[in-house]
C-alpha cells in the first residue's frame, strides 16, 4: 500500500488468476487451456510475417480481422469490435455501458472479474444466487436494472441457458443492455450471434483463447448492433487505439479459416470430458452437466481444498474457489485423454475414493 494510492485502489481486490507454476513435470488442468496447439496455419502466417513490419504501429482497426469475423459470422464490418483478450473486451464494455443509476445484474457463482470491474468503474451493482442445480434463473432478474451480465455456458459451473431462455430475457428487458459472455460457446452450446441480428439491446462476447487455442495471443472480439460496437469503439480510443499486435492480428485470422482443424479439436474436448464425467460419476463425484472444457465436480465425501491438495502432491493441478456454496468443487480443465486418464487413475489411488 502507498500513500499514493487513490482512495477506490485501496478498497480494490483484484481478481486472481489461475496459477501458472514455474516448476515442470505438472499436468495443469487448473486454466481452462486448449490441450492441442493452434492451427498449423497460424504457425505458418506468423513464421512467414515480415518481421520488419514490427517497426511499425499495427492497424488500430485491425480491419483484416474484423473483416475476417465478420463473414464468419455472417455479420455486418460495423457490428464486430476487438480487443486484446476478452477480458478486456469485458472491461470495456463495463465502462461503455454499466455505469447506470440503476444496478448490473449477475450472477452470484460465475466469472469472478465481473465484480472487480463493478468494483474498479464504482458500478453499482446485484448479486443473483444460482438454483440449487447451479442454473441461472432469469426469473429472478425480473426487477429494475441497468444492464444484466452471464456467461453462457456459465464458469465455473459449466451449465449452459438455452436461446430461447436468452430471448425471453431480452424481450423482457428492452431497455437494458444484456452482455452474454461466451468464452465457451464453442464446446457444446448455442451462440446468441444469431439474437443481434434481430434485437438491440445484446452484446455478445467471445474470445480465441480456449477453442482456438490461442490464449498466449490475447485476441477477444464482441458481436453486436453497431450503435454497441461504436460505444466500445469510443471507450477504446480514449484508452489504447492500438490493443491488438500485428502478430495477434495474422494468427486469429489464420485461425478463423482453419474450420476443419477447429471443428476436430473441439470435438475431441467434447468426447474426452463426457469420458470424464463418467469416470467421475463411478468413484463417487457429483459432476455438473457440463457444455464447456471444463467439468465442475466435488466428492461426496472429501472437501475441494483436500482433494486440491492430494492431486497437486501428485502433479496434476486443478482449480479450487473457497467461495461459500462452492467451497467442495474442483473445476478441472479437459486435457487430452492421457492427462485425464493420469487424473482418474491418481483418483483412484486416493484411499478414501
Given at each position: 500500500?502507498s500513500?499514493?494510492?487513490?482512495p477506490?485502489?485501496?478498497?480494490?481486490?483484484?481478481?486472481?488468476?489461475g496459477e501458472?507454476?514455474?516448476v515442470?513435470?505438472?499436468?495443469?488442468?487448473?486454466?481452462?487451456?486448449?490441450?492441442?496447439?493452434p492451427?498449423?496455419?497460424?504457425?505458418?502466417?506468423?513464421?512467414?510475417?515480415?518481421?520488419?513490419?514490427?517497426?511499425?504501429y499495427?492497424?488500430?482497426?485491425?480491419?483484416?480481422?474484423?473483416?475476417?469475423?465478420?463473414?464468419?459470422?455472417?455479420?455486418?464490418?460495423?457490428?464486430?469490435?476487438?480487443?486484446?483478450?476478452?477480458?478486456?473486451?469485458?472491461?470495456?464494455?463495463?465502462?461503455?455501458?454499466?455505469?447506470?443509476?440503476?444496478?448490473?445484474?449477475?450472477?452470484?457463482?460465475?466469472?469472478?472479474?465481473?465484480?472487480?470491474?463493478?468494483?474498479?468503474?464504482?458500478?453499482?451493482?446485484?448479486q443473483?444466487?444460482?438454483?440449487?442445480?447451479?442454473?441461472?434463473?432469469?426469473?429472478?432478474y425480473?426487477?429494475?436494472?441497468?444492464?444484466?451480465?452471464?456467461?453462457?455456458?456459465?464458469?465455473?459451473?459449466?451449465?449452459?441457458?438455452?436461446?430461447d431462455?436468452?430471448?425471453?430475457?431480452?424481450?423482457?428487458?428492452?431497455?437494458?443492455l444484456?452482455?452474454v459472455d461466451?468464452?465457451y460457446?464453442?464446446?457444446?452450446?448455442?451462440?446468441?450471434?444469431?439474437?443481434?441480428?434481430?434485437?438491440?439491446?445484446?452484446?455478445?462476447?467471445?474470445t480465441?483463447?480456449?477453442?482456438?487455442?490461442?490464449?498466449?495471443?490475447?485476441?477477444?472480439?464482441?458481436l453486436?448492433?453497431?450503435?454497441?460496437?461504436?460505444?466500445?469503439?469510443?471507450?477504446?480510443?480514449?484508452?489504447?487505439?492500438?490493443?491488438?499486435?500485428?502478430?495477434?492480428?495474422?494468427?486469429?485470422?489464420?485461425?478463423?479459416?482453419?474450420?476443419?482443424?477447429?471443428?476436430?479439436?473441439?470435438?475431441?474436448?467434447?468426447?474426452?470430458r463426457?469420458?470424464?464425467?463418467?469416470?467421475?460419476?463411478?468413484?463417487?463425484?457429483?459432476?455438473?452437466?457440463s457444455?464447456?472444457n471444463?467439468v465442475?465436480?466435488?466428492?461426496?465425501?472429501?472437501?475441494?481444498?483436500?482433494?486440491m491438495?492430494?492431486?497437486?502432491?501428485?502433479?496434476?493441478?486443478v482449480?479450487?474457489f473457497?467461495?461459500?456454496?462452492?467451497?467442495?468443487?474442483?473445476?478441472?480443465?479437459i486435457?487430452?485423454?492421457?492427462?485425464?486418464?493420469?487424473?482418474?487413475?491418481?483418483?483412484?489411488?486416493?484411499?478414501?475414493?
Amino acid at each position: 500500500m502507498s500513500k499514493f494510492w487513490s482512495p477506490a485502489i485501496n478498497q480494490l481486490t483484484p481478481y486472481v488468476p489461475g496459477e501458472q507454476p514455474k516448476v515442470e513435470n505438472l499436468i495443469k488442468l487448473n486454466t481452462n487451456e486448449n490441450p492441442y496447439p493452434p492451427s498449423p496455419r497460424v504457425e505458418e502466417a506468423i513464421h512467414s510475417y515480415s518481421i520488419d513490419r514490427l517497426r511499425l504501429y499495427c492497424d488500430p482497426d485491425a480491419t483484416a480481422l474484423k473483416q475476417a469475423l465478420a463473414d464468419h459470422f455472417q455479420l455486418g464490418y460495423s457490428n464486430i469490435f476487438v480487443g486484446n483478450g476478452s477480458d478486456e473486451v469485458l472491461a470495456l464494455a463495463f465502462m461503455a455501458f454499466f455505469r447506470q443509476d440503476k444496478p448490473l445484474l449477475l450472477p452470484e457463482t460465475t466469472y469472478s472479474f465481473y465484480d472487480v470491474y463493478c468494483h474498479l468503474y464504482d458500478i453499482d451493482y446485484r448479486q443473483i444466487p444460482l438454483n440449487d442445480n447451479f442454473e441461472i434463473d432469469f426469473a429472478d432478474y425480473d426487477q429494475p436494472n441497468g444492464g444484466i451480465i452471464f456467461a453462457n455456458p456459465n464458469a465455473p459451473t459449466g451449465r449452459l441457458t438455452t436461446l430461447d431462455q436468452i430471448e425471453g430475457l431480452l424481450q423482457s428487458n428492452p431497455d437494458s443492455l444484456v452482455i452474454v459472455d461466451e468464452a465457451y460457446i464453442d464446446f457444446g452450446g448455442r451462440s446468441a450471434v444469431e439474437l443481434t441480428r434481430t434485437y438491440d439491446n445484446v452484446l455478445v462476447i467471445q474470445t480465441f483463447s480456449k477453442s482456438r487455442s490461442l490464449a498466449g495471443l490475447r485476441i477477444g472480439f464482441a458481436l453486436g448492433h453497431e450503435d454497441l460496437i461504436a460505444g466500445l469503439e469510443r471507450v477504446k480510443n480514449s484508452f489504447n487505439s492500438y490493443p491488438l499486435d500485428s502478430i495477434a492480428i495474422v494468427g486469429a485470422v489464420a485461425a478463423l479459416e482453419d474450420d476443419k482443424y477447429f471443428q476436430e479439436t473441439t470435438q475431441k474436448i467434447i468426447d474426452c470430458r463426457e469420458w470424464t464425467t463418467s469416470q467421475l460419476e463411478q468413484l463417487g463425484f457429483e459432476v455438473v452437466p457440463s457444455k464447456t472444457n471444463f467439468v465442475f465436480t466435488r466428492h461426496n465425501s472429501l472437501s475441494g481444498a483436500e482433494l486440491m491438495s492430494y492431486l497437486r502432491s501428485n502433479n496434476l493441478l486443478v482449480r479450487h474457489f473457497g467461495k461459500p456454496g462452492i467451497e467442495n468443487h474442483l473445476r478441472i480443465t479437459i486435457g487430452t485423454p492421457e492427462e485425464m486418464n493420469t487424473l482418474i487413475e491418481t483418483l483412484k489411488q486416493h484411499s478414501q475414493i
